[in-house]
DNA sequence: TCAACTTTTATTATAACATTGACAAAGTGC
DNA sequence: GCACTTTGTCAATGTTATAATAAAAGTTGA
């Protein structure tokens, strides 16, 4: 954590950064419509850009119209230059994406877990990242892994505290990754990447301060905060799963009282929808799934409510109800710009979105509320996997300009 | 938000900014120990140091022990070269600090509100920072004004949004008191920075991630993280007072129920006991307020439960069970290394504070909950004032090294 | 006591970076 | 065709940090 010292170096390497996000984000500019918007001057901007052509990640591209005077050349970002790699693990199989330069996915392998071991799982993903590089050996590639993991991640040691549903303890990951394969990794929590895939390439381009969350198997969140990972002290920010909202409510595992999770997950909403189902004995959803209830998943909630079946469209309003409890302290809480809602059996619909909007509206405070777009999220169920090559572009100047430039893959 | 580019001055800004830090830290120290715990070279300190010293800001102070060559000359840090000025409002008066660099307050000035108009609040303001510059005329004091105010405020702008307990709405604060007071002025919500206030002069010196919980009238939370008030987008983040604790609880006047609030409050806990006071007709706060329970506050409450009385323990159990659901989900989402409890009338008291620990330990999770102390505020009513100097003197360096430095009032 | 060694301080030279101003190149517009 | 504008680059300049050096001031040990 020691602050970056102000060596002479350092002024480049932020004026290079800039550069590079500018690029990133117009795509095609010239060298003075950079000095304007960076505020350098021509002559610097040049000096820069230089940089970046001999890196391979802009090239000239013709002229430009002429304002006046001689016509400006060109500069086009090149987002295949280089390449990213991301991983995200889910239901004992890990899925490794190739990304460009802005995260679009390009290629991707996935591989399931043999066992439940740590060590398996690590194996695992150690083989399905050689072959996606033995496949994509003509490509230039960023010497670095992101991974977007289950449970409590000490993003700073890269070490698993715990991850109940896999069996998970201190199971030290970017070290056995490192070790299996050559290159740096770095381990973040499954929502908080995804928070990170979403801002980048998702519903949150352009956004400085969201929250991301997903519902599956638990709930979290993943918090960004002026375009950057809020991960509080011990990497543990953002258990959205485990927040009190019935303090009287059903006793979680975790010890406390009327979790969020146990109200408002896809074994709690296919919970309550079976439930239904034995009282009522009617409707669209028992027709399907009266003789063997225990088939009825989460998923199949959503479409049946998306088709408008009441029974369906109860059980969500009810734990619309619970999570828009939740989503109004968050927005009372972080006053954020964005809340993105992603999931794997339906979380992430429009109709489940709108339901929120209205419930929130009635929670949060009216000034906060005013700021917040709540929204569906657009990766799906990349946005975890987007999100860990985001992990490895965050260092992207580092990892092209740094000590040594020929460190990168090819 | 443009983010600052990198020009050469950046470097020294920087630099001295660091070394500014630990020479505030240390106290007194010699040039090598600066250049070792910046990981500077020796000359680049002692320019520096140069400039400190121009500035009068540090002087040398004799020599240091040898370790076996020439004694180093040791340089002390001299925290009353320079002050600062806060403001606090409460209960229609203004209190004004004169603070050093450590936000030690040195001098006060109150003022009592004629009216409840902002135009009312900025003069009285206005009259006391000057009544309080007249006193201090031999000072140099740096030329702006910290001020916390009640009310959500828009930081970017200095305009309070809405401030119910006052009744003001789109008062743009900031501007009025500029144009009264030849000063710069930054102004926040009181509980923010009540925050700052803990954060450099109270119980979280040293912590980089702390939330700071105010009770009073109402119920608001400061948060800082790596070291800087989180804001959030619109300036409102940390209104703790309306996050949902009981969802189907009693109706708040912001719309929404079951509002801390309006469970834990000074009026809410004043309410409670006057209400178990008329059921139990006993105990010692019914001989003292029983002929007129309207006379009963918070206050009271608390210092009965400190002489152990049962009613009034009670009261403070149950309002302390609330408060921690509340506690308990910051501790999930955000993370914190600490937790400060702070009010006017004994909420940041260690007894209640022993009491939510019970409670937060419950709510909370494990890992999140080990890594966070929850204490009591050091400052008591002076966090807002102090933190309100604080706005001031996180601007110190540019305000002293800046383009004008002649703009320095003495 | 004196010489050898260390550490501190100041000074000078050097390297990295951004900016300025000059100037040629390449257009536009009357 | 000529005046004017814009663009791209280069050399000169100023700022900052670092490295090397020398002088100053003290310690250590024979």
Known sequence: MTSRIGQPELLKEINRAHVFEILRRERTISRPGLAEL???????????????????????????????????????????????????????QWSVFLTDLDARPLDCESIEIRGSSAEAAADALARAVETLLQRNQSQRILPALGVGSPGLVDMRTGVIQSATDVGWFEVPLKQMLESRIGLAVYVANRSKVGALGERWR?????????????????????????????????????????????????????????????????????????????????????????????????GAVFAAAEEGDELAVEVLDEAAEHLAVAIGNLVNLFNPEMIVLGGQSGAGSEL??????????????????????????????????????VLVLQHAPELLFGEQPNAVAQ
């Open 38 to 92: 960076t505020s350098l001057s021509r002559a610097t901007v040049s000096l820069l850009v230089d940089s970046l052509l001999q890196a391979g990640i802009v090239q000239e591209a013709g002229f430009g119209a002429s304002s006046g005077g001689r016509p400006p050349v060109l500069l086009e970002f090149k987002p295949h230059a280089v390449h990213a790699l991301g991983a995200r693990m889910r239901d004992y």
């Open 202 to 298: 998702g519903a949150g381009t352009g956004t400085e301060d969201l929250i991301y969350i997903s519902i599956g198997t638990g709930v979290a969140a993943g918090i960004i905060h002026r375009g950057e990972l809020y991960t509080g002290i011990n990497s543990s920010a953002g258990e959205l799963g485990h927040v009190t909202i019935e303090p009287h409510g059903p006793l979680c595992p975790c010890g406390n009282r009327g979790c969020l999770q146990q109200l408002v997950s896809d074994p709690a909403i296919a919970g309550r929808a079976r439930e239904r189902l034995r009282r009522t004995q009617q409707g669209r959803l028992f027709e399907r799934y009266g003789a063997q209830p225990e088939a009825l998943g989460a």
């Open 352 to 389: 489940f979105a709108a339901m929120l909007r209205e419930k929130v509206r009635k929670r949060a405070m009216a000034y906060a509320f005013s700021a917040v777009t709540i929204t569906t999220g657009r990766l799906g169920s990349d946005a975890a996997a987007v999100g860990a090559a």
